[in-house]
T-cell receptor
């Protein structure tokens, strides 16, 4: 079963930062936090992952709380192309383990 | 770079028929996965494999079978198709050489009538 909780939907104005929260209160010490997104009915696309430090790449930033029980994905300047379902997943580092998706957050970027 | 390739993209199946969804990856990943996604829902893990010759059940394995005879291929077989198996099926692969992330194919749309 998915071990994360996300709001079902969010809106964001184009050009503004989109902040997507995720609760993972039962996360284990060796589990990473992964974020994926799914645009329309395409296959999910990897965005970013982290263990306990904040991470940033060309797509987004990931902020993980000190107790690791929650995290926030930040899209710094949302565009219409960022409209998608965003999934937060926790999993041990070896991807041979089961990799469970929940229902995610449907983000709509508004012009 | 093909990545993860799934065939067929679309298929209509009659109740009781059987078929195999093919999945091939060219990234030398050890780990492969099959998910299904019903309309408006999240992805559910059907089966996964940690390497050739090794498979294990996910959340919703009933009605499906898999095999992993090579690193590249991970076919999903539907036996005695039922309307409840109407869904979009995604294959994915990953491994330590991919930075512990997984990559998805484009999906196979299956309708059982």
């Amino acid at each position: 079963d998915a071990k994360t909780t996300q709001p079902p939907s969010m809106d964001c104005a184009e050009g503004r930062a989109a902040n997507l929260p995720c609760n993972h209160s039962t996360i284990s010490g060796n589990e990473y936090v992964y974020w994926y997104r799914q645009i329309h009915s395409q296959g999910p696309q990897y965005i970013i992952h982290g263990l306990k430090n904040n991470e940033t790449n060309e797509m987004a930033s990931l902020i993980i709380t000190e107790d690791r029980k929650s995290s926030t994905l930040i899209l710094p300047h949302a565009t219409l192309r960022d409209t998608a379902v965003y999934y937060c997943i926790v999993s041990p580092p070896r991807t041979g383990n089961q990799f469970y998706f929940g229902t995610g957050t449907s983000l709509t970027v508004i012009p | 770079n093909a990545g993860v390739t799934q065939t067929p993209k679309f298929r209509i199946l009659k109740i009781g028929q059987s078929m195999t969804l093919q999945c091939t990856q060219d990234m030398n990943h050890n780990y492969m996965y099959w998910y299904r996604q019903d309309p408006g829902m999240g992805l559910k893990l059907i089966y996964y494999s940690v390497g050739a010759g090794i498979t294990d059940k996910g959340e919703v394995p009933n009605g499906y079978n898999v095999s992993r005879s090579t690193t590249e291929d991970f076919p999903l077989r539907l036996e005695l198709a039922a309307p409840s198996q109407t869904s979009v099926y995604f294959c994915a692969s990953g491994g330590q050489i991919s930075g512990n992330t997984i990559y998805f194919g484009e999906g196979s749309w299956l309708t059982v009538v």
